[in-house]
């Protein structure tokens, strides 16, 4: 069964500095990888999605990389912000059903 | 541009009763989901539709029915509700291809007593 793991479960960091989030999967056979943001009580948004031929993708302060040969993909957020305080989710899919989400890393960034 | 919808926001249930959830989508999507959200558990599939009039069972069908409406809804049904249906519900929709993103309803959260 696919597994999908996120480490670490928490995070506090000081407000600017770079930080990394990862999520590692063992099924290889991987179509797409989908980092979203979740705040308290609200719904999933989308960041960043990488398709299985692509290495990266990069959205502003966000970086998202796949190595599918190790299994892992890492969300990389520079100059953190208050504002980037939420919980991080990474979701690996095989195809229509095949949709298996970590159960994320909660940042916070402190002031 | 709503993008996906969820009704309820909230609801409280008794166990033995019926409800159902509405999702609904603007985005033209072809494909969408039905996922339930409970700690340390993550994400888990329970249902979706990869077209209109196609619905097929995910990871957790068990307890719950579907229809896909028309190409913008779909909707999950609760025929009668348990305390282990306690939850977050999140509806999302993509478009055709399994690699494309997903995008993601507010979500509904219910309590079964």
């Known amino acids: 069964k696919q597994e999908v793991t996120q480490i670490p479960a928490a995070l506090s960091v000081p407000e600017g500095e770079n930080l990394v989030l990862n999520c590692s999967f063992t099924?290889?056979?991987?179509?797409?990888l989908q980092w979203f943001r979740q705040d308290p009580g609200k719904g999933l948004t989308s960041l960043l999605l990488?398709?299985?031929?692509?290495r990266e993708q990069t959205s502003g302060r966000l970086n998202a990389s796949l190595d599918k040969s190790s299994g892992r993909s890492t969300l990389y957020i520079a100059a953190s912000q208050p504002g980037d305080s939420a919980t991080y989710l990474c979701?690996?899919?095989?195809?229509?059903?095949?949709?298996?989400f970590g159960t994320g890393t909660k940042l916070q960034v402190i002031p | 541009n709503a993008g996906v919808t969820q009704t309820p926001k909230f609801q409280v249930l008794k166990t033995g009763q019926s409800m159902t959830l509405q999702c609904a989508q603007d985005?033209?999507?072809?494909?969408m989901y039905w996922y339930r959200q409970d700690p340390g558990m993550g994400l888990r599939l329970i249902y979706y539709?990869?077209?209109?009039?196609?619905?097929d069972k995910g990871e957790v069908p068990n307890g719950y029915n579907v229809s896909r409406l028309n190409k913008r809804e779909f909707s999950l049904r609760l025929e009668s509700a348990a305390p282990s249906q306690t939850s977050v519900y999140f509806c999302a929709s993509t478009q055709t291809g399994s690699g494309a993103a997903q995008y993601f309803g507010p979500g509904t959260r219910l309590l079964v007593l």
């Open positions: 985005m033209n999507h072809n494909s």
């Open positions: 539709s990869a077209s209109e009039g196609t619905t």
């Open positions: 990488i398709q299985s031929s692509q």
């Open positions: 099924d290889s056979a991987i179509y797409n």
């Open positions: 979701a690996w899919s095989g195809g229509y059903q095949k949709v298996t």
